[in-house]
């Protein structure tokens, strides 16, 4: 997709295109910045928004962190 399609709209193929190709996906984080758009539409798949402690201050660790590439780590 072209950088001008909305964040959005890129969120919501990727979730139509996740399930399409591992059936078996059933948990997303998504961060903060996407909208309702995408948690409502879902693609029957459980979306979770993944939110900064307001009051935190300084460095802190996000409560999820990007994994994708744990599975094929060795």
Same mark, same amino acid.
Request: no cysteine; net charge neutral; hydrophobic share 45%.
């Given at each position: 997709?072209? /950088?001008?399609?909305? !964040?959005?709209?890129? *969120? ?20 903060? !910045? $996407? ?6 539409? *879902? =693609? =029957? ?12 201050? !300084? $460095? ?12 094929? /780590?060795?």
């Amino acid at each position: 997709m072209p /950088a001008s399609v909305h !964040g959005n709209t890129v *969120g919501i193929a990727l979730l139509d295109q996740a399930v399409a190709d591992n059936p078996s996906v059933t948990k997303s984080w998504v961060d903060v !910045g $996407f909208k309702n758009a995408v948690i409502d539409h *879902g =693609a =029957a798949i459980d979306v979770e928004v993944v939110r900064w402690d307001p009051d935190t201050r !300084g $460095f802190a660790l996000a409560p999820k962190r990007w994994i994708v590439e744990r599975p094929r /780590a060795r």
